[in-house]
């Protein structure tokens, strides 16, 4: 082996350990766009008194039209739902009779114009005293939600005609909406009933 030779690999054999010894530096992921943590919105029911506060009220019979109940809904991401019927609870000690021809109505233009009645129940299933009979009433023209954000007002409508001394408080119980293919209570989708109303002290 001539000396060239030897010297070439010498050198070689070096540069090798040489490289072997010299650190290599650490791989740095590059960063990453970080994932979204938001959640898609989910449909949502909420039913507001109008005014928010519950009161006693004193009124005398009779009382016809009375407004029990107005209230509020609003509906987010509601659009292609439907509104079919609502439910009331009425509670107290009034008897069969008393309070009646109940009217389910509907502002469409807000309270300030006249509004709409969208079904009925006469109250004559009721059961008394402290009847706990839910009377439902089926909306003649379901409101079909067309937008993702839906606001409307109703109030629910009766005759106070009992000659005796009595105390009644509505509720608002129930709402049935329908998804396009079945009913569902608005619990389904967020629904924030029961919604409790004004206490009547009659006579």
């Given amino acids: 082996m001539t000396k060239t030779l030897i010297a070439a690999i010498t050198l070689a054999t070096s540069i ?3 490289g072997c ?3 290599v530096a650490p791989v740095v992921p590059k960063p990453t766009s970080a994932l979204s943590t938001k959640t898609p919105a989910l449909t949502s029911f909420t039913f507001t008194k109008l005014p928010a506060t519950v009161a006693d009220q004193t009124i005398t019979s009779p009382a016809l039209g009375l407004e029990t109940i107005v209230f509020q809904v ?3 991401r509601a659009d292609g739902l439907t509104i079919k019927q609502m439910g009331f609870m009425i509670s107290g000690s009034l008897q069969a009779g008393d309070v009646g021809n109940y009217q389910l109505v509907y502002y469409p233009d807000g309270l300030a114009k006249p509004g709409v009645v969208m079904g009925t129940n006469d109250g004559s299933t009721w059961v008394a005293p402290g009847g ?3 009377l439902y009433i ?4 379901p409101i079909t939600i067309t937008k993702k954000k839906f606001t409307a007002i109703f109030s629910l ?5 009992g000659t005796g001394t009595f ?3 509505p509720r608002v119980q129930t709402c049935l ?9 608005v619990a389904w989708f967020g629904g924030d009933l029961p919604l409790q109303g004004d206490v009547y002290h009659v006579n």
């Fill in 177 to 185: 909406i329908n998804d396009g293919t079945t009913d569902k209570d």
């Fill in 157 to 161: 409508r009766a005759d106070v005609t």
């Fill in 74 to 76: 609003d509906a987010s």
């Fill in 21 to 23: 010894e010299t650190p």
């Fill in 16 to 18: 090798v350990a040489l």
């Fill in 167 to 169: 105390f009644f408080d």
């Fill in 138 to 141: 089926d909306l003649a023209s």
């Fill in 132 to 134: 706990t009979t839910l």
